[in-house]
């Protein structure tokens, strides 16, 4: 007899693990299941995002951040720091603590919420009384079984064809969180969010970054003047970006890598590195769930076909998070994760695709919620925009970082806000301010209406708003 829950959950991850305490929380026996391990081979609950993902990514951002900061901006303020050395060996600790700080909270939490955990992968063994038997593969084996499935089992990196990753040499985002020494000169292949996150690592810790797109344009999803003002910046710190390239072959070699590629210009490069980093992006995971037992249905790039409810083709079998459709981002998962629980239960959850925010976390931060100015062009949308620049911010220059700026763009007849994009200090939590704006629906005016603090980087916010109207005050 096979143990009886409510919901089971498969994959810990943002998306699963919120989704077993929203659906605890609503009063239903919840199981969740996940198979991460830690270095000790004990349990590693969060995903991709915790282990691999958003949270060690930010912490070697911050260390590597420090590092810059002491060479390269202490003297301006009085401090002289003399013989600043790197110590990768320790940051990569600090690192792998914050993870296991994050780990450690998650199990804390579902105990909290009486969310019964099982450490190993989750298969389906077929169905069974109105249900689904799950087979649980850990340190022992054991069957569960609930009406309602939740699959959360989350992405893996993209490979090149016939380069795999080794993580020696070749690394996936995997790798490249814990490399043991500042590589002298590092290549990546893919110049999206991670390539320009984990190029700006290395790079501030003094490798020399070569980052290889296949496209012609630069973070061709941003709005235009935004990528142009990050790339202004990225060159300055001397993060080589080579766009428009075709990958050739991948020599991994006992010394290295070489990468044999065609540039723009139609010319044959063969770049030598000591590392490759490779992100071309993520593919949806869903190895080992033995989806053929119940005739769960994939699409074409192995992700689980879900309506716009996270519904799969199979009564009472939800999936959300990176296994389906839609943008990558953790909370995007966990948004997802709360209004499957809340459906089962028969309330209305809802995940609004037009605010979810991202944010690229380089120096300057990048982020943006809404469409672009090409966007609104495209879709034939007669708009405003308004812009303002953190050079003529008080806060940024006391800050000692006025790079970039706020735009808004809002629809010219009702003034509604239908984009914001930031690049500069601190993007990532001043966009809070125009996902709130956007989700009330508020207009331009709205916001240039209110009081912000004095000084603050939000002024910045407020004057964009203002811009919208023609009257920014400072600027
Ligand atoms: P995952 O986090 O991948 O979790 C899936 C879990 O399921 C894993 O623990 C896996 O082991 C487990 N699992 C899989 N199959 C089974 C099975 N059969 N049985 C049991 N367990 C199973 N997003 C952001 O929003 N902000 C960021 O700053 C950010 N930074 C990132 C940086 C990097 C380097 C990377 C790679 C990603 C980053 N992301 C970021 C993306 C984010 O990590 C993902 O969008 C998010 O983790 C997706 O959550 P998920 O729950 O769908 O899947
Ligand atoms: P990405 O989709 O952001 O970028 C991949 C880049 O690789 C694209 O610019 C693409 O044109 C390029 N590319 C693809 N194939 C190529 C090839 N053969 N040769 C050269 N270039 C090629 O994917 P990335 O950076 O791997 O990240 C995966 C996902 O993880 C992101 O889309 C995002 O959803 C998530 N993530 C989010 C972060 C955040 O929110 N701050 C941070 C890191 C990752």
Request: with cysteine; net charge neutral; proline share 3%.
């Amino acid at each position: 007899m096979s143990k009886q829950f409510d919901v089971v959950v498969i994959g810990g991850g943002p998306g699963g693990y919120i989704a077993a305490i929203r659906a605890a929380q609503l009063g239903f026996q919840v199981a969740c299941i996940d198979e991460w391990k830690n270095a000790a081979g004990g349990p590693a609950p969060g995903g991709t995002c915790t282990n691999v993902g958003c949270i060690p990514s930010k912490a070697l951002l911050q260390s590597s951040e420090h590092f810059d900061h002491a060479n390269h901006h202490f003297a301006e303020h009085g401090i002289s720091a003399t013989g600043v050395k790197m110590d990768v060996a320790q940051m990569i600790a600090r690192k792998d603590t914050v993870v296991k700080q994050n780990n450690d909270g998650i199990l804390y939490l579902l105990k909290k919420n009486k969310v019964t955990f099982f450490h190993g992968r989750g298969s389906f063994a077929g169905q069974a009384e109105g249900g689904y038997t799950i087979h649980v593969a850990g340190k022992t084996e054991e069957a569960i079984s609930a009406k309602q499935v939740i699959i959360a089992t989350g992405s893996n990196a993209r490979a090149l064809p016939g380069t795999p990753f080794d993580e020696v040499n070749v690394l996936s985002n995997d790798g490249a969180l814990r490399l043991g020494a500042v590589p002298k000169k590092l290549a990546l292949i893919g110049s999206g969010v991670i390539g320009l996150e984990m190029g700006s690592v290395w790079r501030r810790l003094g490798a020399e970054v070569t980052i290889l797109e296949g496209l012609p344009t630069f973070l061709g999803a941003v709005d235009e003047q935004i990528a142009k003002e990050a790339k202004k910046a990225f060159d300055k710190q001397g993060l080589k970006i080579e766009l428009g390239v075709k990958v050739g072959e991948i020599v991994n070699g006992k010394k290295g890598v070489t990468v044999h590629y065609t540039n723009a210009k139609g010319e044959a490069v063969k770049l030598d590195a000591d590392k490759l980093i490779i992100s071309i992006g993520r593919v949806p995971n869903t190895i080992g769930l033995n989806t053929e037992a119940v005739g769960l249905q994939l699409d074409e790039r192995g992700a689980i076909v879900v309506d716009a409810d996270c519904k799969t083709n199979l009564p009472g079998v939800w999936a959300v998070g990176d296994v389906v459709r839609g943008p990558m981002l953790a909370h995007k998962a966990e948004e997802e994760g709360v209004a499957v629980a809340e459906r089962i239960a028969g309330q209305h959850g809802h995940v609004n695709f037009n605010t979810i925010p991202w944010v690229i976390y380089t120096s300057p931060e990048i982020a943006w919620v809404g469409r672009t100015e090409q966007q609104l062009k495209a879709d034939g949308v007669a708009y405003k925009a308004g812009s303002f620049p953190f050079l003529a911010n008080g806060r940024a220059r006391a800050l000692g970082d006025t790079t970039g700026m706020v735009k808004m763009l809002a629809d010219a007849t009702t003034d509604e806000i239908l984009g914001v994009h930031i690049v500069g200090p601190q993007a990532s939590e001043l966009i809070a301010e125009a996902v709130v704006a956007m989700e009330f629906r508020a207009s331009a005016e709205d916001i240039a209406r209110i009081c912000h603090a004095h000084p603050s980087l939000s002024e910045s916010t407020k004057e964009a708003a203002l811009a919208v109207d023609k009257r920014s005050l400072n600027f």
